[in-house]
Protein backbone atom coordinates (compact mmCIF):
# COMPACT_ATOMS: atom_id res chain seq x y z
CA UNK A 1 0.00 0.00 0.00
CA UNK A 2 1.30 3.64 -0.97
CA UNK A 3 1.16 6.47 1.64
CA UNK A 4 0.14 9.12 -0.81
CA UNK A 5 -0.06 12.53 1.24
CA UNK A 6 -2.69 15.24 -0.23
CA UNK A 7 -1.33 18.40 -1.77
CA UNK A 8 -2.42 20.45 0.97
CA UNK A 9 -0.17 18.39 2.82
CA UNK A 10 2.27 18.70 0.53
CA UNK A 11 1.77 22.46 0.35
CA UNK A 12 1.60 23.12 4.46
CA UNK A 13 4.70 20.89 4.21
CA UNK A 14 6.42 23.32 1.68
CA UNK A 15 4.80 26.63 3.25
CA UNK A 16 6.39 25.70 6.72
CA UNK A 17 9.83 25.34 5.14
CA UNK A 18 9.67 28.91 3.22
CA UNK A 19 8.20 30.47 6.51
CA UNK A 20 11.37 29.66 8.43
CA UNK A 21 13.61 31.73 5.95
CA UNK A 22 10.91 34.51 5.14
CA UNK A 23 9.39 36.69 8.05
CA UNK A 24 8.42 40.34 7.59
CA UNK A 25 9.61 43.16 10.11
CA UNK A 26 8.74 46.75 9.97
CA UNK A 27 10.63 48.01 7.56
CA UNK A 28 10.08 45.59 5.32
CA UNK A 29 6.84 43.56 6.03
CA UNK A 30 5.71 40.06 4.40
CA UNK A 31 2.72 39.57 1.52
CA UNK A 32 1.13 37.04 2.35
CA UNK A 33 -1.08 35.34 -0.39
CA UNK A 34 -3.85 32.37 0.03
CA UNK A 35 -5.45 30.70 -2.97
CA UNK A 36 -8.62 29.64 -2.93
CA UNK A 37 -10.80 27.82 -5.24
CA UNK A 38 -13.82 30.72 -5.33
CA UNK A 39 -11.12 33.73 -4.05
CA UNK A 40 -7.52 34.72 -3.27
CA UNK A 41 -6.84 36.54 -0.67
CA UNK A 42 -3.67 38.93 0.19
CA UNK A 43 -2.39 40.32 3.32
CA UNK A 44 0.82 42.61 4.02
CA UNK A 45 1.92 41.25 7.92
CA UNK A 46 4.59 42.32 10.38
CA UNK A 47 5.91 39.27 12.03
CA UNK A 48 8.13 40.52 14.70
CA UNK A 49 4.19 42.70 16.09
CA UNK A 50 2.19 40.06 14.81
CA UNK A 51 -0.49 42.66 13.22
CA UNK A 52 -1.75 42.48 9.90
CA UNK A 53 -0.93 46.16 8.00
CA UNK A 54 -3.48 45.92 5.29
CA UNK A 55 -5.33 43.37 3.40
CA UNK A 56 -7.41 42.62 0.48
CA UNK A 57 -9.33 40.01 -1.21
CA UNK A 58 -11.34 39.28 -4.09
CA UNK A 59 -14.77 38.95 -1.28
CA UNK A 60 -13.63 42.43 -0.36
CA UNK A 61 -13.67 43.67 -3.66
CA UNK A 62 -16.84 42.22 -4.31
CA UNK A 63 -15.61 40.49 -7.80
CA UNK A 64 -18.29 38.25 -9.72
CA UNK A 65 -15.55 35.65 -9.80
CA UNK A 66 -12.95 35.94 -7.62
CA UNK A 67 -11.10 32.78 -8.40
CA UNK A 68 -9.93 33.62 -12.28
CA UNK A 69 -6.66 35.74 -13.23
CA UNK A 70 -8.41 39.11 -13.19
CA UNK A 71 -9.76 38.63 -9.95
CA UNK A 72 -5.90 38.00 -8.93
CA UNK A 73 -4.54 40.96 -10.61
CA UNK A 74 -7.50 43.38 -9.11
CA UNK A 75 -6.31 42.12 -5.57
CA UNK A 76 -2.45 42.72 -6.29
CA UNK A 77 -2.99 46.17 -7.72
CA UNK A 78 -5.68 47.37 -4.60
CA UNK A 79 -3.08 45.79 -2.00
CA UNK A 80 -0.11 47.73 -3.50
CA UNK A 81 -2.78 50.76 -3.61
CA UNK A 82 -3.44 50.41 0.34
CA UNK A 83 0.45 49.93 0.93
CA UNK A 84 1.40 52.86 -0.30
CA UNK A 85 -1.23 55.06 1.31
CA UNK A 86 -0.21 53.21 4.70
CA UNK A 87 4.08 54.22 3.65
CA UNK A 88 4.67 50.51 2.88
CA UNK A 89 6.69 50.83 -0.30
CA UNK A 90 9.65 47.59 0.06
CA UNK A 91 8.04 44.04 1.12
CA UNK A 92 8.45 40.24 1.03
CA UNK A 93 6.56 38.29 -0.80
CA UNK A 94 5.15 34.95 0.52
CA UNK A 95 3.42 32.43 -2.22
CA UNK A 96 2.52 30.71 1.16
CA UNK A 97 3.97 27.35 -0.32
CA UNK A 98 1.76 27.79 -3.97
CA UNK A 99 3.50 27.66 -7.29
CA UNK A 100 4.74 30.46 -8.21
CA UNK A 101 2.22 30.46 -11.64
CA UNK A 102 -1.05 31.44 -12.61
CA UNK A 103 -3.03 33.59 -9.77
CA UNK A 104 0.10 33.91 -7.34
CA UNK A 105 2.40 35.30 -10.37
CA UNK A 106 -0.51 37.87 -11.35
CA UNK A 107 -0.73 39.32 -7.79
CA UNK A 108 3.02 39.25 -7.13
CA UNK A 109 3.00 40.90 -11.09
CA UNK A 110 -0.04 43.27 -10.07
CA UNK A 111 1.52 44.78 -6.80
CA UNK A 112 4.77 45.34 -8.39
CA UNK A 113 3.15 47.42 -11.56
CA UNK A 114 1.89 49.21 -8.88
CA UNK A 115 4.45 50.14 -7.02
CA UNK A 116 5.57 47.68 -4.61
CA UNK A 117 9.25 46.62 -4.33
CA UNK A 118 10.17 43.29 -3.95
Excluded at 34 to 55: C, E, F, M, P
Excluded at 66 to 90: H, P, Q, R, S
Excluded at 98 to 117: F, M, N, P, Q, S
Amino acid sequence: MINKESRSIVRARRHKRVRAKISGTAETPRLSVYRANANIHAQIIDDVKGVTLVSSSSVALKLANGGNMEAAAAVGKDIAEKALAAGIKKIVFDRSGYVYHGRIKAVAEAAREAGLEF
